[in-house]
C-alpha cells in the first residue's frame, strides 16, 4: 500500500488541539506539516523548524500563497482546520492545490455568526430571530425594539465567552454594558475588527428547549452523522456555560432524526462540502433550530470522549478523510461515552488541585485532565474563555456515565484564591 501524502494541520500556538491530530495522523502513518500562527521574525532570525511553516492567520489570502509554496517544495494530500479561525485558511489553500475542500465562501459564511445566520434564514432554515447591531450606538435604542427573552453575543468572540440572556430592558442594558466591558478588554482578531465583528453585538431570541451537539463528517456534500451529543444540564442563561456531554443521545429516535436531517440542510444551505461539522441545536417547540454551524470538530479535547469501529478516534476519522486513506468503521462504539468541561468556580489565581485520584477512581471515569496551569490566574464565565479541564467516563448506559462526571467533579478541591493586590 503507497504511503500517504502529507497533511497541514492548522493549530493555532495556543491551542491544544495539535497534540490529538498528531497522535492520530502518527497511527496513520501520515506525515504533518503544521502550519502555525507564531512569530515570522523568529523563523526570519532562526530559520524554519522541521515539519512547521508560519502563516499569517490575520491574512488568510496570503497564508494561503504561503502554504501553496510549501506545496510546491513537498505535495500537500489534505489540509486539516482545527478551528474556527483557521477553516477559511484551509479551503483557500485546498482551492489552491485542488484538494477535497470546502468552497471559500462558504467557509467565511460559517466563520461568521452573522453571516451564518443570514445565510441560513435566506434558505429558510430554522434559526431563532436575530439582529446584530453597532456596539457604538449602545443599549438603550436596540432594547426597545427586540423579543424577550433574548440572548447577546459578542460577534468577534468565540464560544460562550460574553453571552448573556436578557429578560427585560434593564437586564439587557446591563448585559450590553458588560459585553462592551469584554471587548474594551478582550484580544479579539485584527480582522474581525477590521470587518466590524469585534465592534457588533448579536442578538436572538431565547429558544426554550434542551440543547443538543452533532459531531458529522461531510464526504462529496453528503453528511455522515457521527454522535449526537445530549447537554443534560439546562442552558437557560443568565450564562451560558457548557458542562456535561454524553452520547448516545437519549432523545426519541424520532427527534434525534430530525436534528441529523436539521443539520444536514443547514450545512447545505451554507454551501459546506467536505470535512468535520460541529453543530450546536436547541430543541425548540417547534423542532430542532441551529445555534450554531462549525467546518471543525467538537472544541477543546472533547474529542477524546469519541471511539469509532475498533477504537479509531475521531481525529483518525478527520486524518483520514482528509488525506484519502479509506475510513475506518464510522460506527461509534456501543458503550456510552461523555466529557464534562470542568468549569471555572471563581475569579482568582489557580494554586492547586485537590481530589484528582479521587476523582480519577470514581467507576467509569477514564481520565481527568488538568489545562489550566497552577499560577495562572482563572476567570469564570462570561467573562473567562476558558474552563479547568475536562473529565472523561465511560460506561454502560448514558445515565452511567452521566453519574460517573458528576461524581468526578464533585471530588476535586480547587484551590483558586484572590489575586493580592498590586503595591504602588
Known amino acids: 500500500m503507497a504511503r500517504p501524502g502529507r497533511l497541514l494541520l492548522l493549530v493555532p500556538t495556543q491551542s491544544y488541539r495539535a497534540d490529538d491530530f498528531l497522535a492520530a495522523a502518527s497511527r496513520l502513518g501520515v506525515r504533518v506539516l503544521v502550519g502555525t500562527d507564531r ?15 508560519s502563516v499569517d492567520y490575520r491574512k488568510p489570502e496570503e497564508a494561503a500563497e504561503e502554504i501553496a509554496r510549501a506545496a510546491a ?35 467565511r459564511r460559517t466563520a461568521s455568526k452573522v453571516a451564518q445566520r443570514e445565510a441560513l434564514r435566506a434558505a429558510g432554515q430554522p434559526v431563532p430571530w436575530f439582529r446584530a447591531f453597532p456596539l457604538q450606538d449602545g443599549p438603550d435604542g436596540p432594547s426597545t425594539g427586540v423579543p424577550y427573552p433574548c440572548v447577546l453575543k459578542p460577534v468577534g468572540l468565540s464560544g460562550s465567552r460574553g453571552v448573556i440572556r436578557a429578560d427585560d430592558p434593564a437586564s439587557f442594558r446591563e448585559a450590553w454594558r458588560r459585553i462592551a466591558a469584554i471587548l474594551a478588554t478582550a484580544r ?86 467536505e470535512g468535520p461539522v460541529h453543530a450546536e441545536a ?15 470538530t467538537i472544541g477543546g479535547l472533547c474529542a477524546r470522549s469519541l471511539r469509532f469501529g475498533t477504537g479509531a478516534s475521531l481525529e483518525e476519522l478527520v486524518v483520514a478523510h482528509a488525506v484519502g486513506l479509506p475510513l475506518s468503521s464510522v460506527l461509534r462504539e456501543a458503550r456510552a461515552s461523555g466529557v464534562m468541561m470542568l468549569p471555572i468556580p471563581r475569579l482568582g ?17 477514564e481520565d481527568v485532565v488538568v489545562t489550566v ?37 464533585a471530588r476535586l478541591l480547587w484551590d483558586i484564591r484572590a489575586q493580592l493586590p498590586t503595591v504602588r
Open 39 to 53: 512569530c515570522h521574525r523568529i523563523e526570519e532570525a532562526f530559520g524554519p523548524e522541521e515539519g512547521l511553516i
Open 73 to 107: 517544495r513537498e505535495p500537500l494530500a489534505g489540509v486539516i482546520a482545527t478551528d474556527d479561525g483557521t477553516a477559511v485558511i484551509a479551503a483557500l489553500a485546498a482551492e489552491r492545490l485542488g484538494l477535497p475542500r470546502n468552497p471559500p465562501t462558504a467557509a
Open 188 to 273: 479579539t482578531d485584527r480582522k474581525a475588527r477590521e470587518e466590524g465583528e469585534g465592534s457588533r453585538i448579536l442578538v436572538e431570541a431565547f429558544v426554550p428547549g434542551g440543547e443538543v451537539a452533532l459531531e458529522g463528517l461531510l464526504r462529496d456534500g453528503r453528511l455522515e452523522p457521527l454522535a449526537l451529543f445530549d447537554k443534560p444540564d439546562p442552558l437557560d442563561g443568565p450564562f451560558f456555560e457548557e458542562t456535561i456531554y454524553v452520547t448516545p443521545s437519549r432523545l426519541p429516535a424520532a427527534v434525534q432524526a430530525e436534528v441529523v436531517t436539521t443539520v444536514a440542510r443547514a450545512a447545505e444551505a451554507l454551501g459546506l462540502r
Open 282 to 296: 436547541r430543541l425548540g417547540p417547534a423542532g430542532p433550530v441551529i445555534l450554531e454551524v462549525a467546518a471543525r
Open 349 to 365: 489565581i489557580l494554586h492547586g488541585v485537590g481530589g484528582l485520584d479521587a476523582a480519577r477512581a470514581v467507576p467509569g471515569v
Open 373 to 409: 496551569p497552577v499560577g495562572r490566574e482563572v476567570v469564570p464565565l462570561p467573562e473567562g474563555d476558558a474552563y479547568l479541564g475536562f473529565a472523561f467516563a465511560r460506561g454502560e448506559t448514558p445515565g452511567a456515565v452521566e453519574a460517573s462526571l458528576r461524581e468526578a467533579a
